[in-house]
């Protein structure tokens, strides 16, 4: 299910970027072309002035200036005098610019009442229209034409521009941010699969750790639901006498249930975050002494020897909920005891420094293995060595990294030095 939620997400993530990216583009092109098309108009025009004003200036037209005019300023320049053409028209003239030349002589006269040979009286200005011109061939081109007197007559002027040069530009341009985008399809891809693939990763562990909570949680709760009814099933059975031992068996597997299924509970609020906390100001060194007076008559019907080392010097209070700093040292102590042997030693402590709190509980017993080390706060986690004690799920220390997390603290497990296993709490003051 999260590989096809991954791939789904990534082709989403995908396309909606790309689609933002084409109507982005879509929208620059447009302004680019608007602009590209102003600026060739806009040079246009000052080209055909500048091309005017040179011809009702001169009296002698080179064919090196028509040349050289018609390449710089990528022109085709018809001209008559008197009705008759130039040499230079003439030597370079062909069938496409003669139908369009054509086609600009009609236009000019149909449309726009202009003849490019008049008769009477000449004006002593000179007179220019300009316009659009469209071939059959769907090129497109724009045409200037001119009458300009001279002493002797007059000067007929056809100037046409090719839209063919920015056409191809915007072509090419638009060419250019198609292979961008496709590039950046690609792209995308490949970013948002790793990206959404790292975003998944703790909803794929996640899930994952829900599946063994589940699996682990059922099998905790089948051992003993086996237990009782094969006890209900011998019950049956059984003789008064046996009846009680089966009895005292269903009410200790009943009880083990209990507590596990409170601990489930407790790691269920922990999860959906709806514990109640009470923070208020509290001595710890107050509660370590009521943990140790509690678990002393414990520790020593179980042959293990109970310390505590409290600070000389008065402790500043800490703002905790002391219900759930006792829950903690409870959890710890219990694991202490659990873990070690007959004559082992747990000593409790607690210090401040730099603004934090220690609190330490600490034993004597075999240790964790470094391996194991890293794997003791996680759900139904257990030691090989602690399996065959039914009273531990494997619940206790995740529960108390809950506490200490809700605490904004931190919990981690060392080595005692001499042997066996420290647990060390820090608080923030």
């Keep these: 299910m999260i590989k096809k939620l991954h791939l789904q997400l990534t082709i989403l993530a995908t396309l909606a970027t ?3 990216l084409i109507i982005v583009s879509t929208v620059s092109l447009k302004i680019s072309e608007n602009h590209m098309h102003r600026a060739d108009e806009h040079s246009m025009h000052n080209n055909f002035s500048t091309i005017l004003n040179y011809l009702e200036e001169q009296t002698i037209i080179s064919h090196k200036w028509l040349s050289t005019s018609e390449a710089n300023y990528n022109f085709y320049i018809h001209l008559n005098d008197n009705g008759q053409e130039l040499l230079f028209d003439s030597l370079h003239q062909n069938s496409m610019k003669s139908h369009l030349l054509e086609a600009a002589r009609t236009t000019a006269e149909e449309n726009h009442n202009f003849s490019l040979n008049p008769t009477g009286n000449q004006s002593t200005l000179s007179k220019t229209i300009s316009f659009p011109l469209a071939t059959e061939e769907d090129e497109n081109y724009y045409a ?23 056409e191809e530009q915007i072509l090419e341009q638009r060419i250019s941010f198609g292979i961008a985008i496709g590039v950046s399809f690609v792209l995308l891809c490949i970013f948002f699969y790793f990206l959404i693939g790292f975003l998944l990763k703790p909803i794929q562990r996640n899930r994952e750790e829900q599946m063994r909570f589940i699996a682990s949680a059922s099998h905790e709760l089948r051992s003993p639901l086996t237990v009782i009814l094969s006890s209900l099933s011998a019950m049956e059975r059984a003789k008064d006498e046996k009846r009680v031992h089966f009895s005292n068996t269903i009410k200790s597997e009943g009880e083990r249930m209990a507590l596990l299924i409170e601990d489930l509970l407790t790691l269920s609020q922990a ?52 219900f759930r700093i006792e829950q903690l040292l409870m959890i710890l102590l219990d694991n202490a005891l659990s873990y070690t042997n007959a004559g082992d030693s747990i000593s409790l402590s607690v210090r401040c420094k730099n603004n934090y709190f220690y609190i330490e ?48 603290g931190h919990i981690r497990v060392c080595d005692t030095v001499g042997g066996g296993a420290t647990f060390q709490v820090r608080l923030p003051c």
């Design 361 to 408: 509980i600490s034993d004597t017993g075999p240790g964790i293995p470094d391996t194991d080390k890293v794997h003791v706060f996680e759900r139904f986690y257990r030691l090989d060595e602690s399996r065959n004690d039914k009273s531990h799920f494997g619940l206790g220390l995740c529960i108390a990294k809950e506490i200490v997390l809700l605490h904004k």
């Design 18 to 20: 790309t689609a933002i």
């Design 271 to 322: 999860d959906s975050i709806t514990w109640n906390m009470a923070f208020e100001p509290a001595e710890l060194d107050t509660l370590l002494l009521g943990v140790y007076e509690k678990y002393d008559s414990i520790a020593e019907a179980k042959q293990r020897k109970l310390a505590i080392d409290l600070p000389h010097a008065t402790l500043p209070s800490c703002v905790c909920d002391a």
């Design 144 to 166: 200037f034409i001119s009458v300009i007197p001279k002493q002797e007559g007059y000067l007929s002027v056809i100037v046409l521009h090719s839209y063919a040069f920015i």
